[in-house]
């Protein structure tokens, strides 16, 4: 049944928690792109060791802000500071609510004089919409939706990500000349296949790269010309299969729980969004398990964005964080499965009796907000929140949340699977399994860390 608000979806579930536990939908849906184009392994080796093809077109949302008071409105939400804002720059956008929870985040493009995009999952575009079309500023909004859920069929840009070693190579062979220099976060214009091409200097598994955007139309044209040539240089297209679990090395967390199911100043926000909406289809998945939805909501301390928040404006949230800007009480890491668990765990499925939870290759979510438990002994210390297996690290990894003083290179202990049984599609029965996992460094990635990171601090401090 679909209903008419988040909030009303809510009142009919019982709870938020029982929402989301409740939603029949699976894992966040990935591009509209064939799941692979040669096997995944190769694919993933690809933005590692020579130069991989990301299409990026179809799976994230596209919020189009123009207008006198666009910049008004992102400064009066976002975290970031506003006062660096130009044509031609991007920052990662982060919104929070006024508690200080993350809302969502995503990648703002500065097309033009107050004119942007925000480009990522939903979440943080509703909340945006929300106060363009409530507020008081001079905007207007379009929205350009993922293509799953897109009502033309088409998208209005295509997106690709040029990423590896040898990329640099390939699109200055597909250029025809040297690429122009793009300092990081920042974009410029190149031509390919004849088609003016915008250029974002991004990364996402910590090799060079840039990311690529142009009118639908002229997307095909591009996209082969790329293809072509990256023959000398090993480039792979990547599928849908694998395309997700390149965040897994470079260490961002792509799911958090949107911060909006609670609190009386949210309420008007949870009447107006949809009751079909990503906050009110989304589901809630893994071991953890808590009644109150608030114990699954994120600060940017936890996501690793803190380095992020300015307090140089006013801003939802601002003195919820101002109170917890020097107190961090968990932080991120990676967490790096033990292989032998691992293995015993999916070995179970060639026994009688009941199976450990299946473990997906190479992504092994199987909800829209994963939750799993991270246990020290007898006491949780932290969540599981992304998790699947990396070729190049020969690893089951997940990106996790920990307690403080937990330390990099202890041993604990993630629980995987459900309590009990569950009425979703996507979960059979099984049993719980325990599995060891070492905590470490985030990015996980010796390449991410040591290059693309230094390229994150630079951006985190103009953000």
């Known amino acids: 049944m679909t209903y008419k608000s988040l909030e009303e979806a809510i009142r009919a579930a019982g709870s938020p928690v029982k929402l989301a536990r409740h939603s029949q939908l699976g894992p966040y849906v990935y591009p509209t792109v064939p799941s692979e184009f040669t096997n995944w392994r190769d694919e993933q080796r690809a933005w590692m060791e020579t130069c991989a093809l990301f299409n990026q077109s179809h799976h994230m949302t596209d919020l189009y802000i123009e207008g006198p008071d666009t910049i ?17 720059k991007a920052k990662q ?11 969502g985040d995503g990648i703002l493009f500065f097309l033009g004089d107050d004119k942007v995009s925000l480009v990522g999952r939903p979440s943080a575009h509703n909340w945006v919409q929300y106060h363009a079309e409530t507020g008081d500023y001079d905007v207007k909004v379009e929205r350009d939706e993922r293509t799953v859920v897109n009502p033309t069929g088409r998208r209005k840009l295509y997106r690709y990500q040029v990423q590896g070693p040898t990329s640099l190579q390939v699109l200055e062979k597909a250029v025809g000349s040297r690429l122009p220099d793009i300092k990081f976060f920042n974009m410029g214009e190149i031509t390919i296949a004849g088609k003016k091409v915008r250029a974002l200097h991004h990364g996402m598994s910590g090799a060079p790269g840039l990311e690529l955007f142009g009118p639908y139309e002229d997307g095909e044209e591009v996209r082969a010309a790329i293809v072509e040539a990256g023959q000398d240089f090993g480039l792979r297209q990547v599928g849908s299969r694998v395309y997700a679990t390149n965040t897994l090395e470079s260490g961002w967390i792509p799911c958090p729980l949107p911060a909006v199911f609670t609190g009386e100043k949210m309420k008007p926000y949870r009447e107006w969004l949809p ?6 289809t989304g589901s809630l998945g893994g071991s953890y398990y808590s009644e109150n939805i608030t114990d699954h909501y994120l600060t940017p301390h936890d996501l690793g964005y803190f380095s992020f928040v300015n307090f140089d404006h006013d801003f939802v949230g601002r003195e919820a964080l101002r109170a917890m800007a020097d107190k961090p009480t968990r932080k991120k890491v990676t967490l790096a499965w033990n292989g032998e668990d691992v293995a015993h765990a999916i070995g179970t499925m060639f026994q009688k009796g009941a199976a450990v939870k299946y473990i997906d290759l190479p992504l092994s979510n199987y909800s829209t907000w994963p939750y799993d438990k991270i246990m020290k002994g007898d006491r949780m210390v932290g969540v599981s929140t992304f998790s699947g297996y990396s070729w190049n690290e020969r690893s089951m990894l ?59 601090r630079t951006k985190a401090a103009s953000a």
Do not use: K, M
Request: with cysteine; net charge negative.
């Open 398 to 456: 997940s990106l996790g949340i920990v307690d403080i003083d937990v330390e990099i290179g202890e041993e604990l202990v993630l629980v995987w699977g459900e309590e009990g049984e569950s009425t979703r599609p996507v979960i059979e029965p099984h049993v719980q399994g325990e599995l060891r996992v070492v905590v470490s460094p985030c990015p996980y990635s010796e390449v991410a860390r040591t290059t693309y990171a230094q390229g994150w």
């Open 93 to 103: 956008f982060v919104a929070c609510n006024h508690d200080g929870y993350v809302i």
């Open 275 to 280: 009751g079909d909406w990503y906050e009110a």
């Open 72 to 88: 008004r409105l992102l400064s009066d939400l976002g975290v970031n500071t506003f006062a660096n804002a130009a044509v031609n």
